[in-house]
């Protein structure tokens, strides 16, 4: 049965049926996949059936698995793959559920992964969707005023939990702009496959703006937030047993949510691929 794919909403994401990832597959619906991959941000394969081995065996099609930075989540043995639970506790033994807020995958390296990819382990019987905005389509319908504002703006990515530490206010008002607190990215990028503008914009790590005031910056993160995540631009996806879901970390953000009973175990395989500095 060859593979079938179509669009799951306007701007975003694709959906393949058809296709048994656990085997190796044919050059041409290989490249059928990427196409989609990258042509719509978001790919999800139904119907798979992937243990941790095969499941990093079908994201080399679409690059290169590296390492997860946390490294307690990574699988003892299948370390390139990592766990995503609603079981995972912090150390005063709270429940800790990670990416509920509008964010994009490791922005604060350097050369940040191209892609995320999931696989459904457990899912909750209701509840636990998936957003993802389209950046690029966010970017195409910037206003004129904000466009020209953020057009060659530079951001400043670190691994941090505080957006805006005082320090950093310190700093600027010192005169002090490197960016020894973090990695500079453009905040417009051009996608590397397909030459698409997109906001390259992730409101967890961006400390700031560089030659912006930290109070500035918090004002721009919350314009732009608000502007890319308005309804035109996402796609929520419903989780199905046996899906598979890669996205494009170039083009788009997401968030989890938590609407649903945490007594039912909600868990994902995770793959980041090696990605490059953005331009
Ligand atoms: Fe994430």
């Not at 940040?112 to 969707?129: E, I, M, N, Y």
């Not at 490197?178 to 906001?199: F, M, Q």
């Amino acid at each position: 049965m060859a593979v079938s794919i179509r669009n799951l909403s306007e701007p975003i994401g694709a959906e393949a049926t058809g296709v048994d990832l656990s085997r190796p597959v044919d050059a041409e619906t290989a490249d059928r996949l990427r196409r989609a991959f990258v042509d719509r941000a978001l790919l999800v394969i139904r119907d798979q059936t992937l243990d941790a081995p095969r499941f990093l065996a079908a994201t080399r099609l679409f690059g290169a698995p590296v390492r997860q930075h946390l490294e307690k989540f990574n699988l003892p043995d299948c370390p390139d793959v990592a766990t995503i639970s609603n079981q995972e506790k912090t150390k005063e033994g709270k429940i800790n559920v990670r990416g509920v807020s509008w964010h994009t995958d490791h922005s604060f390296q350097p050369e940040p992964p191209k892609a995320t990819a999931l696989f459904a382990v457990a899912l909750p019987s209701t509840g636990g969707d998936t957003d993802w905005a389209h950046m690029g389509a966010a970017y195409d319908a910037l206003p004129d005023d904000l466009r020209a504002k953020v057009d060659r703006l530079e951001a400043v990515h670190a691994y941090t939990e505080s957006r805006m530490p005082p320090s950093v206010a310190e700093r600027i008002a010192a005169g002090e702009d490197d960016a020894s607190d973090g990695v500079v990215h453009p905040l417009i990028r051009t996608h590397p496959e397909n030459g698409r503008r997109t906001i390259y914009l992730n409101p967890l790590r961006v400390r700031r703006f560089r030659g912006m005031t930290p109070e500035t910056c918090a004002d721009l993160i919350e314009r732009l937030v608000e502007h890319s995540t308005r309804p035109e631009f996402v796609y929520t996806h419903r989780w199905r047993p046996g899906d598979m879901v890669i996205w494009d970390n170039r083009s788009c953000i997401h968030k989890a949510n938590t609407d649903y009973d945490f007594k039912e175990l909600r868990l994902l395989y995770r793959i980041i691929l090696a990605g490059d500095r953005p331009h």
